[in-house]
């Protein structure tokens, strides 16, 4: 668990598949918080789990908090779906706002298989450090935003892979209505103006009130980490 800040609320800092709690170094140099970013289970210096579920991630994540709230929430991708799930309450952690970006809201029958045939696949091997933190980058969507996360690589007797356990991909589609209809806080979705896989337009037929990033990609909270401060003020007020 990384920690940054001394005053103010607390926020904790989901991030998305394949990537690790780091990808907030951006964001935790800004004074006024109390910032919290774990590396989801399967990833980083965090333990596997059996099976992954949304339930089953928001559950690993509640375990380790050193308290149960309120707390502020920013969720990215795969981490806005986990902060959805402990918005619900459901694994006894107060959640006082929630900001999820780059969420994945539709998914085809194409997205589904290609996740599964992911999740199949045995860790891939690197030759040296070097090339498996290129590998981390580009499978967490950060090559040329970020530089790589040591934690994000494993030496093995073999060669170098990712931290990443590749079966977390088969987490699947969330369940979005539900999920925010059960919700006991106030939840704003947020995309990128440029981001290919959450399009601001699928975010708003799920809530009229979700927010445009201009300018911005799918990983927004990396391009340009000042942006998201709006929301968190927005959720004190």
């Excluded at 999920?179 to 981001?195: I, K, M, N, Q, T």
Aim: proline residues 8%; charged residues 20%; glycine residues 14%.
């Amino acid at each position: 668990m990384r920690t940054a800040g001394t005053d103010g609320p607390a926020v904790l800092l989901l991030h998305g598949l394949g990537a690790t709690g780091a990808v907030w170094n951006g964001l935790v140099r800004q004074p006024g918080y109390r910032w919290l970013a774990p590396d989801l289970p399967g990833h980083g210096g965090s333990a596997r789990l059996p099976h992954y579920s949304f339930g089953g991630l928001a559950a690993a994540v509640a375990g380790v908090l050193p308290d149960r709230g309120p707390l502020l929430v920013i969720g990215h991708s795969l981490g806005g779906v986990v902060g959805l799930a402990l918005a619900s309450g459901w694994f006894g952690v107060e959640v006082a706002g929630l900001l999820a970006v780059g969420v994945k809201v539709e998914w085809s029958e194409d997205d589904l298989a290609r996740a599964a045939v992911m999740a199949s696949k045995p860790p891939r091997l690197f030759p040296s450090r070097e090339d498996a933190e290129r590998g981390f980058l580009k499978v967490a969507g950060l090559a040329g935003l970020a530089e790589a996360d040591p934690d994000g690589v494993v030496e093995t007797e073999d060669g170098w892979r990712l931290a990443l356990d590749p079966r977390a991909f088969a987490v699947g589609a969330p369940d979005m209505p539900g999920l925010l209809g059960a919700a006991r806080c106030p939840v704003v979705l947020a995309a990128g103006s440029d981001d290919p896989m959450s399009r601001p337009e699928q975010l708003r037929s799920l809530s009229p009130a979700s927010a445009e990033l201009p300018g911005l990609g799918h990983n927004a909270h990396v391009e340009d980490p000042t942006v998201l401060l709006t929301f968190l003020e927005q959720f004190r007020g």
